[in-house]
């Protein structure tokens, strides 16, 4: 059964070390290893984090007084916290971005390993999501209140960066992955 798997994973990495660009690749009944929601998704492979970065500094950046005070009212906090929560959002944060670097061995643009668990990863920005085809158990989060006016800058500015997915390749996770109109079933 291992080597079967391994040759699907194989299969899986060959086919997105040929797409050319971005594409759209669909992953089938992703269980959420941290609440164990099953969805289904579509992503954007290839697509440059990087220049997705670049985008979302540069929106903002042009944020005016009057997109602060709408972050403020929408997620409930202070002008001020709403202040330094974009600023914050347009520093990098260079000890996270080193350990995400260590952490893993990139394979493509969309696919690394993680050398802890040993699992591939495919690291892409979602495009879409079915509605839950089990419902998952999510744990309350009491965030801070510059974490919220993060949280709803994010979504008010529509940052792609806030739009990216990790999802594990094992069977025990999803079921298929389809590419270029090819599906791969890995139960």
Known sequence: MNAII??????????????????????REYESKSS??????????????????????????KATKDDLLAIAKKAKVDFKVVEDAIVEMQTTNKKRSEAQKDAYIHITNAIKLCKETNLLHIYAM????????????????????????????????????????????????????AINGEVLGLK
């Open 126 to 177: 979602k495009v879409w999501k079915s509605k839950p085809i089990v419902e998952g158990v999510f744990k309350q989060v009491n965030s801070r209140p510059k974490t919220i006016a993060k949280n709803v800058a994010k979504s008010y500015f529509n940052l792609s960066t806030a739009k990216y997915r990790n999802f594990i390749v094992h069977p025990d996770m999803l079921s298929e992955v």
């Open 36 to 61: 164990g929601e099953v969805a289904s998704y579509v992503v954007n492979a290839n697509f440059s984090y990087g220049e997705a970065k670049k985008r979302d500094m540069t929106k903002l950046a």
């Open 6 to 27: 391994n040759g699907l994973v194989a299969k899986i990495v060959a086919m997105f070390a040929q797409l050319n660009g971005t594409s759209l690749v669909g992953i």
